[in-house]
């Protein structure tokens, strides 16, 4: 490939008026193809009219230059050609006149004929010969940029360059001229430099997209090439697999950027405000908090956090633990403000910020994993006594009764735990929805229905598995480190707008949080962990049925022996904090597959806003931790189905039992208004 445009190692510096200057862009280096179109995407401001300018020798750089087929470039020239978003036709000629212009200008060397074979080649081009004798007070804002794109191109220009050239149109518009664009630059093979704040525009028409940094300093911060075959359609783009994981690259780039440059201007306005040294030292905006958690041996870390006095350490002087038995009534605290914070089901963010079971969205916002592991399905005395000892076994004493009603127990329809029984059932044929009839209730509720022989299995943390086999009214059938060893259970949710306006308060929480998992898998301090767990403001349970599993050997049934589950209980090792895209993409999948959401297909998107890393990235690195895993591995689960994170619709359409896949774009609420304005509304 011949390198046509070499911007080399580029900075460009402004002098400013108050004196000192202005870094616009630092080392920025770009070798661009032959024949390539290459997009320049940034926030406003960051740089890229300014980069575009210096291609153009509008411009100079301040340090390094830009040399075009061997040659540098100092000013303007014909072989670059620039269309602007504001047309910049001449008002007094027509479009035929506008384009001679460009052209008689350039090439002198060519006979008249021959120019104006060219010009009207040209007019046909952008399909404006009806309106080649029209001045551009006539024309539409579409016209007017077909007349600048059809005037740029006639001249032959090595590389042709657009500043934002759609920007000022209406989308139905805008959609027809990039595809008028794209076809021809494919057909002259013409070199494109374009800037553009429009996603799905560049990565309609480009071979690379180039991402630029905020400024000051801006520079060249990712580039993704797009390789959708050529010539291209847009609905073929837009439907190609790779589509909405490349669109998810850009988005997620440019919402870092954006959150880099809120921090920056919090930083800048704390310095700048003249409060005395004693308030701004304060370390978070909010040291009375709540937290909202569902009293298991899950509920670990919160409880280790309080009684061991990290919330204290991290500046979280009053953390108040509110403990509930239903994951519904912590939702909706947190939904409606009641609470600050609260330890949730793994799937409870994503299907909070989606809006599940046609309740309505509220943006959640997740920092970090709270505990892995630690579920298993109990089945019923009656089914041990009829024989069933597996899945295979569950199977078949299932199809044959056909007659009688089945059914299980779950906490709640997006806990980890469901989604992995789900998953199980199905492996084994078993359809959940079909073949059993499952009903959301408390443990405590589970663990008395089964006794009763109401229900014939269920899933449930500790200690509502171990109770069923000591009191002989159920036995475990498999624990989740069967289906999915080290798979995340618990995690930290807040909403996504507290995120925003307690920044500092979550990155202490999760720094708190991360410092009690690792004293939880402190197997020396698990002791001392039970006596806390079992104290009345806590899980108000006698400590010896807090041990199975979590301390002591685990016993599935009276009649095995108790087998010491090493990993049953993880908080700390392995990372275990660290959230993972892989796993919430799983997630995805199986809310998709259970049609409890539709799947989303900017599912990229929606993981980065759901998952913020960034903040459990700052609390890691604050503790001399690592701040992030590589979640790009497949997961294989325990019927040797392997989930490859990379292309989640493939998996989905592999998985036998299912309901039909909705596949959706999820357009998120904005974030709530605050409290005062709310209460105002809601009195009117
Ligand atoms: P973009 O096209 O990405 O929106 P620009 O390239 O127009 O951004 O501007 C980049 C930065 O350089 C901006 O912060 C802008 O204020 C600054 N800038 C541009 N031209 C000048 C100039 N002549 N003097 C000082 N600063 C400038
Ligand atoms: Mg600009």
Redesign the pocket.
Not at 44 to 51: H, I, P, Y
């Given at each position: 490939m011949t390198i046509l445009v070499d911007v080399d190692h580029i900075d460009k510096i402004?002098p400013?008026k108050t004196g000192g200057e202005?870094v616009?862009l630092r080392n920025v280096d770009l070798k661009i193809n032959q024949g390539e179109f290459v997009s320049l995407i940034?926030h406003?401001?960051?740089?890229?009219?300014?980069?575009l300018n210096i291609i153009a020798g509008f411009e100079q750089a301040s340090i390094g230059g830009v040399v075009l087929s061997g040659k540098q470039i100092t000013s303007p020239g014909p072989d670059r050609m620039m269309v602007f978003q504001n047309y910049s036709l001449l008002p007094w000629l027509t479009v035929r006149q506008n384009i001679a212009l460009a052209v008689d200008k350039v090439m002198t060397d060519l006979p008249a004929a021959e120019r104006k074979d060219i010009i009207e080649k040209h007019i046909d081009l952008v399909g404006l010969r009806a309106a080649a004798d029209k001045r551009p007070g006539a024309l539409s804002g579409g016209m007017k940029q077909r007349t600048a794109i059809a005037r740029a191109l006639a001249i032959r220009p090595k590389v042709l360059l657009l500043d934002e050239p759609f920007g000022a149109l209406d989308a139905l518009t805008r959609g027809n001229l990039q595809e008028q664009l794209m076809q021809i630059c494919e057909e002259y093979k013409t070199t494109c430099v374009m800037?553009t704040h429009d996603v799905d525009e560049a990565l309609l028409l480009s071979d690379r997209v180039v991402m630029l940094t905020n400024?000051p300093e801006a520079h060249i911060g990712r580039i993704l090439n797009v390789d959708f075959p050529r010539p291209r359609k847009r609905m073929e783009v837009v439907n190609d697999p790779t589509y909405y994981p490349n669109r998810g690259e850009i988005i997620n780039f440019l919402n870092q950027q954006k959150r880099d440059k809120r921090r920056k201007a919090r930083k800048v306005s704390e310095e700048k405000t003249s409060i005395p040294a004693v308030t701004a030292v304060k370390t978070v905006e909010k040291s009375v908090v709540t937290l909202g958690y569902v009293p298991t041996t899950d509920a670990a870390p919160l409880v280790v956090a309080k009684e061991k006095g990290f919330f204290a350490k991290h500046g979280l002087t009053q953390v108040e633990l509110i403990p509930d038995s239903s994951w519904q009534t912590i939702a909706d605290g947190l939904a409606n403000q009641r609470l600050d914070c609260a330890q949730l089901l793994a799937g409870m963010p994503l299907a909070m910020s989606i809006g599940a079971d046609r309740k309505r969205p509220t943006p959640i916002v997740t920092a970090m994993v709270l505990a892995r592991n630690g579920n298993a399905i109990t089945l019923s005395k009656k089914l041990y006594d009829d024989g069933v000892r597996n899945l295979k076994d569950l199977k078949k004493a299932i199809a044959a009764t056909p007659d009688q009603p089945h059914s299980f127990g779950l906490v709640d329809s997006v806990s980890m735990g469901s989604l992995l029984t789900r998953y199980w059932l199905a492996s084994g044929g078993i359809d959940p929805d079909r073949d059993l009839s499952l009903s959301i209730m408390s443990s405590a509720e589970m663990k008395n229905q089964i006794s009763k022989g109401f229900i014939d299995g269920y899933l449930a943390s500790e200690p509502w598995n171990s109770a069923a086999v000591k009191d002989e009214t159920g036995f475990v059938v498999a624990t989740d480190l069967e289906i999915w060893d080290g798979h995340q259970n618990k995690v930290l949710g807040v909403r996504e707008d507290w995120a925003q306006e307690n920044p500092k308060t979550h990155v202490a929480l999760v720094k708190a949080l991360i410092e009690a998992c690792e004293y939880c898998d402190d197997r020396r301090n698990r002791e001392e962990i039970i006596k806390m767990l079992a104290k009345p403001e806590y899980l108000n349970l006698p400590a010896e049925q807090l041990r199975p599993g979590f301390i002591d050997p685990f016993q599935r049934s009276l009649d095995q022996a108790p087998e010491m589950l090493v990993r049953f209980n993880q908080y700390y090792v392995e990372q275990s904090t660290c959230p993972r895209r892989a796993e919430a993409l799983w997630i995805l999948t199986q809310m998709a597959r259970w049609n409890i959401t539709p799947f989303p297909k900017n599912w990229t998107e929606v993981l980065e806003r759901v998952y913020c890393r960034d903040t459990y990235g700052q609390a890691a690195r604050e503790l001399g931790l690592p701040d992030s895993v590589d979640d790009h591995e497949s997961v294989k689960l325990f019927d040797g189905l392997v989930f490859n994170p990379d292309d989640p619709m493939s998996y989905l359409a592999s998985l036998k039992i299912s309901h039909e896949i909705r596949v959706e774009e999820i357009v998120f609420e904005e974030a709530p208004a605050p409290r005062s304005l709310r209460s105002k509304s809601l009195a009117a």
């Open positions: 402004y400013l202005y616009a940034g406003s401001g960051c740089g890229k009219s300014t980069l800037v400024g």
